[in-house]
Structure formats: C-alpha cells, structure tokens
C-alpha cells in the first residue's frame, strides 16, 4: 500500500509495480546511487560496497555486476559508459572530496558535488574542469543533484534544496527547507515537478515553477531512498534503498 499525501487529502493508492531487490530473492548492502539509460529500459545500481550492477526494468533481471576494491559515492552514465568517483578523488579538486555526480541530458557537462558545498563542472570528452562557473552558497557538503536541461538541483546535509540555473551560476529557486537529509533527487513531468528522496524513507515532490509541495510518497521508515530515476518512458519511478521498487506514477497522477 502506497501512502499520498496531496494538499489536505490523504489518498492510499495502490501500486501495481512489482519491487524487485539489488541482490536476487533478497535484500542486499544499500544502494548509494541509481541511474538509467536513455529509454529507462536498463538500470545501474551502486551501492556501498563498490558494487555496480545492470537491471533488466522490464524482465525484472539483473545482467551483471562489477565489483571494486573500494566504495564509490558517484555514478553516472552517459555514451554508453559509466563515469564513477571513489571517497577520494583521482583528480585532485578543491572541495574537500567528491561526494556526488549528475551528468547532464547531453553527456557534456558532469556536475562535481563537493564536501565543501560547491558544485563544479567538468566536461566528461576533455576531462577539464570549468573554473568559471562554480556554484558557491551552500553551507553544508552536497548530497544529491539532478539535471533537467540547464536546471541542476541540489540538495545539501543541512536540508538545502536548491535549483540553479547552472550556465549562469545563478540560484533561481529555493524550496522548504529539508528536515531530513536528502540522497537522492529527480526531475519528472518534464521538468514539472521535482522528487527528493530522504534519510526517512519518503520521497516528496515539490512543483518546479512555485516551489510548492505537491505530494509525499512514504515508503519503509527509516530507509534512506539513495536513488531516484524515471523509467518506463515516463510512467515508472524506481526507488533505491537496501533494494530496487518500482512505483506506477500514472496512478499516482505524477507522470
């Protein structure tokens, strides 16, 4: 049972998804990151061990898995391939450790989220980074971002959560303050909406343009949801926790 909360109605709906988990028949380590290809028919989970791992959405199949010797805390995937980050970063960058990466609808712009709260960008053919243009302002370390076209939101450990028009370094809106950590962030409704998944198990939707809270999606308590990805062209959300569920948006009225 699927709990929504929209304005002041409460409204249990039932979902038809049927969950399937990161290791086979079971509940595995937690996943700290969650991408998908460009038609949402293939996922890649990353969870704490450094353990990638490719589903099959529509078979509900896993297809392979990579292990590292150390833990990652960044994935994203672009031409076909896979960009990760360890604890510590290979390219040494100011900002105090890499702690998330969103790579952007086009494969040309990596967003590098920092301990620090800045964010940087670096172009994943040339490997340079912009020195430019970074994002500054936050005061607490990066913990989940997402693109919608030029649009990046971020979200940081002391519950900013902000949407930045990122060419221009120029912050254009400011949501509720968070009063749990969130891990994990989406655009869906093309760009209409956002959805945040936090330290509790919930993941809330809030509207792009008012900056309004449109509904909240409560899953097990106390599960942090470390990733959120739109499949299924739009009509699946899937949700990343100590396993992988995937959610009917239509009948929740979030397409």
């Not at 370094?169 to 959805?195: I, Y």
Request: glycine share 10%.
């Amino acid at each position: 049972m699927l709990l929504l909360t929209l304005g002041l109605a409460v409204l249990a709906a039932q979902s038809d998804a049927t969950p399937f988990s990161v290791l086979l028949g079971e509940r595995g380590p937690v996943v700290q990151n969650l991408v998908a290809d460009e038609d949402g028919k293939t996922l890649y989970s990353l969870d704490g061990q450094g353990v990638i791992q490719a589903w099959d959405v529509a078979a509900r199949e896993r297809l392979w898995t990579a292990a590292d010797a150390f833990p990652y805390t960044g994935l994203a995937l672009g031409d076909e391939r896979l960009v990760t980050t360890p604890g510590m970063p290979r390219r040494k960058l100011d900002n105090g450790g890499v702690t998330c990466l969103a790579l952007d609808d086009k494969d040309k712009t990596l967003a590098i989220g920092g301990a620090d709260g800045t964010v940087r960008f670096l172009n994943p053919k040339t490997s340079k980074v912009d020195e430019k243009n970074v994002l500054e302002g936050h005061t607490d370390a990066i913990t989940a971002m997402a693109w919608s076209k030029s649009d990046l939101a971020v979200a940081t450990a002391n519950g900013e959560l902000w949407i930045w028009a990122a060419s221009k370094g120029k912050r254009e809106l400011e949501l509720e303050a968070q009063d749990a950590v969130v891990h994990s962030l989406v655009f869906g409704g093309k760009g209409k909406w956002l959805a945040a998944g936090n330290a509790q198990g919930e993941v809330r939707f809030f509207d792009t343009k008012s900056g309004a809270r449109k509904a909240t999606l409560t899953g097990e308590a106390g599960k942090s949801v470390r990733g959120l990805v739109i499949v299924d062209k739009g009509k699946s959300l899937a949700a990343a926790t100590d396993a992988i569920d995937l959610w009917d948006l239509v009948a929740l009225g979030l397409q």
